[in-house]
């Protein structure tokens, strides 16, 4: 039976209208070349997004199970500076950069420590349950303002 | 034991200086939004460039085996038209647009019969295996600029 | 515009009572061991068995989305034998060796020609939309036992 | 450029003879049923067993980049009772049942708090870079029988 001491999932935060989020690197993300696989930053852009919601306040598995909707990528772009390697312990830095009524503009940057591993950015779109653009709900809209503004 | 009789993965072939490369949707590439999860589209392209390279007679694994090198996706962007889901059987249509030294730009689109789903393209950037960029074999350049070139 | 010209996924097929299903190894596949990451092989078996459902005239995306439900995995396993590698074809041979009310017991095999890699099975459970074991369509168990006793 | 500040991955622990390793259900990990797709409970598995390599002061990246070897499936099995879906946290309870030469045999369950999601097992095999079976380096049976044996 499972104990009541669990160890926690970790967590980001914001810090200077920037959101910090980390991630570990394990088999699963290399491939033969000895490094990670391309597509995968694009998913730990996601878990990063992900978290940045969940620090938010905001419960995207409910807002999908009400049938309130989900964000769907609309543009993603990334730009490879060195390749991350097995057990390497990186940071995802985002930062909103634009909220429109249906769409936000998200910066998004991987590093090691001090160096830059890749750089890049997405547009997300809410949609409903069958995948039609609407409006954020707005008072998503005015957290995700407030963070863009928010200073150190 | 294994009879003398195998099925064959599915292969793309050139058309018109395009090069098509079929993809079929499993439950693996679908999220719980009911559609292809967006980092997948990275993958579908990136099988296509093996085949690409397959079927320009070009062997990657005796490459990489022999030391000599292989490519690294230096930039990559997709721009998301219309959902993929189950069972869809999709096409990827590449081009090489452009042939320098050491990188190709390849545009890429995803297609569900007259349907465009994903418009993307990457760069590739050929590496040797310490991931340091190298100049592409001669002859590799030639066949991608016979590819390019080629009319239907 | 895509044109009317289309290749086509790798489409498996039933042979004396068992289904072979044609896999291609791609970068996504391999890990930085250099060859193909574990869990993987659950998702190729996945995929044979997909496929065996389309050869069989089962339109499992149809059954999802009017909500008669789908399978779930209860059980699986996978003896690993000898390494795939980039750019293998492998052959995936499934064979249905029990088909009972709510789920079948398949046993799945990996091949690379006369080479088996991979020596698996699942015990799949016909499930409604929340997840309740539920029973498979009748008509279903019918194909799945005529499956079952095919001679070739 | 990076800020000093930066927030760590989780990291699992041993308590009792058992390692316990947090993790998090992201979008990628779903599949359009709606839970995780049952594959990726191979993938927690993995990256707990690399987290407790970690933890037990074991460097398997250094270990493969020497030339030492690296731990490969040779056999896994899961079997499934309950689903995880987006968000969750849950903890992967691995456990060393036996210590051979060149072999360990792994207990593995993940669960959602009280609930015992899935209960799965491994066992790796040490090998060289070639692939072949080699003793483990002594020093880690030592560590890993220590495990073994520890009491809460």
């Not at 499972?2 to 290399?30: K, N, Q, W």
């Not at 990063?48 to 905001?58: C, H, P, T």
């Not at 503009?105 to 750089?119: D, F, K, S």
């Amino acid at each position: 039976m499972a104990s009541v001491m669990e160890p926690l999932p970790a967590s980001g935060f914001f810090h200077g209208g920037e959101h910090l989020f980390p991630v570990r690197v394990f088999y699963e993300d290399t491939d033969l070349s000895g490094v990670v696989y391309h597509a995968n930053y694009l998913r730990y852009m996601e878990r990063a997004r992900s978290d940045m919601l969940r620090v938010s306040g905001i419960d995207q598995r409910e807002a999908q199970e009400q049938g309130l909707g989900h964000y769907a990528v609309a543009e993603a772009h990334v730009r490879y500076r060195a390749p991350a390697r097995l057990d390497d312990a990186l940071t995802v830095r985002s930062r909103v950069e634009d909220v429109g009524a249906a769409r936000c503009v998200i910066t998004q940057n991987v590093w090691r420590g001090e160096t830059l591993l890749a750089e890049g950015g997405v547009t997300v779109a809410f949609v409903d349950p069958a995948g039609r653009p609407r409006r954020q709900p707005a008072e998503w809209i005015d957290r995700f303002k407030q963070l863009c503004t928010s200073i150190s």
